[in-house]
């Protein structure tokens, strides 16, 4: 990119700002840093996004949380007041099951699975139910349905 109009690809607002490609994208996603510029592969980073960096950088190394460093959000230059913090999108964690080709059960990590006997079941009526003429087009077999 060119860097001295303050244009920077990952690779290198990562550098300047003494972190991973990894970091510099987790930042943005949890809303610490704003998204890049452009699309596609189009995409870069001003100089707006490596001072945030380094400020992000600065406070986590004085101690702060990043959700201090979130409550926290200074203004951009340029703009008079600063913005509102990005609400994370909220997370849960969830078992998937393949109970038989093209058949998936998803199931919340607060609930209890049943004993694998059952699952087994579950998993045979599936293949049984689920195959055969239609499954390939997308509609399950409903002869079995009773």
């Given at each position: 990119?060119?860097?001295?109009?303050?244009?920077?690809?990952?690779?290198e607002l990562a550098d300047l700002g003494g972190v991973s490609r990894r970091t510099v994208r987790y930042y943005v996603q949890e809303g610490l840093i704003p998204p890049p510029l452009g699309v596609g592969r189009g995409r870069h980073y001003g100089r707006s996004h490596l001072d945030r960096l380094l400020e992000v950088k600065a406070r986590q190394e004085a101690g702060l949380s990043l959700e201090q460093i979130r409550a926290r959000r200074t203004p951009t230059p340029g703009s008079d007041r600063p913005e509102p913090p990005r609400q994370p999108f909220p997370r849960s964690t969830w078992r998937r099951l393949t109970l038989a080709p093209g058949v998936e059960l998803n199931v919340a990590h607060d609930i209890k699975l049943p004993a694998p006997g059952r699952l087994e079941e579950l998993a045979e009526w599936c293949r049984a139910n689920f195959t055969g003429d239609g499954f390939e087009t997308g509609r399950p077999n409903t002869k079995g349905e009773g």
């Open positions: 990119m060119d860097t001295e109009q303050g244009l920077y690809n990952i690779d």
